[in-house]
């Protein structure tokens, strides 16, 4: 699908396109006779992602001799999680920038935190707040604005680098040698050949070198620890440091995964130290949250989740948090065939982004938000599509190649 699609300047004639697109995305869709006269207006722009299929994206624009201001965005349901939003944003920003303009802004819904947590990462924040604006709801509106006179246009690009989905696979106690060679191999000549996704495998130690030499260095791919220790060396019996599994051929570790942290009684506290400790010595860290059955009953969802963040990210510098992923993994779903519900990953994912940014501040809108738990071929597109969802953390389904890539390939 990717050859056809174009981005090109929409106008009356795309009325019927677009309020199709409108009707997938917002409860309260403009109208095709809205849509046309607004459309067939300057200074009114807007641009879209066209291809066979039709319209299936677009942002539009009013446009002032020194100001944009953002009117709506709206990406199809099928395309929400490839990071289309982010390059209209990204696109209108630098044209806007390039044309001279001054400033940015846009009004936004309080409650509408995808949209929200979208423009913030483009550098948006809140100038001010329109009370019970929106007559349907009578919600609050925020107006949201950015500077565009010293717009980096490099570093908005990278920003949107960023945004890949993260699909690992953690094989736990799995494979010798010779069986990570081979499944290995396997992922390497069989991954989508989209460089939207990266894939990370983490094999048991005895394995990472394997698997390192399998993906020889590809982008797109990469090994990983599934433990590591806070120290550089030492009298640490059965232990490993960040600075071996580097030289084994591993970029990332992940920590606080909840059979550590429930099998082997992993403390909060320790997680944390673990996490900043590889994130110093320069891996990237994938840590692992998660309620056990118990705890969600008990209504702890949020407290757990706010504990093991902000203790598993206390020592985390802001340089560093461009190295963090979080895998949301429910205790409950892992390996038990259960996969939490679409409104349980939605709003768990929503509350970890919330208390992300509660804990690290703005970067958080860059760490990709992954769910793990009873993840299979047949559910990974729905739930990738989830907004929030930045990937999935796979253990029993990740074991075989064939099953492993096509949950790397759902769409
Ligand atoms: P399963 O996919 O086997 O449920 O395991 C999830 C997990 O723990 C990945 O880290």
Redesign the pocket.
Known sequence: MNSSWHFRRLDASDAPALHALEKACFTLPWSEEQCRAAFGQTPFAAFGLDSDRGVLAYISVYITADEMEVLNLAVSPELRRRGIGHRLLALALRTAAKMGMQKAVLEVRVGNTPARSLYERHGFAVAGRRPRYYADTGEDALIYARSLTNYDAAAEERKELHMKTLI?A?W?MHKTRAEARQTATAIAAGRPASNERTLIV?PPFTAIAEVAAAFAAQEGLAVGGQDVYPAEKGAFTGEISPAMLADAGASWV?TG???RRHVLGESDELVGRKTAFALGAGLHAML?IGETLEEREAGQLEEVLRRQLRTGLAEVSAEAAARVAV?Y?PVW?????KVAGSAEVLEAHALARRLLVEVLGSVAHDIPLLY?????PDNAASLLALDNVNGL??????LEAESFLRIAGAR
Not at 333 to 337: L, M, W
Not at 372 to 376: D, E, P, R, T
Not at 393 to 398: D, P, T, W
């Open positions: 690992a953690n736990k983490f992940l995964h909840s059979e692992c895998a993994e779903a892992i390996g038990t065939g793990g738990g009873s993840v299979k953390l796979i253990g029993g389904a990740s």
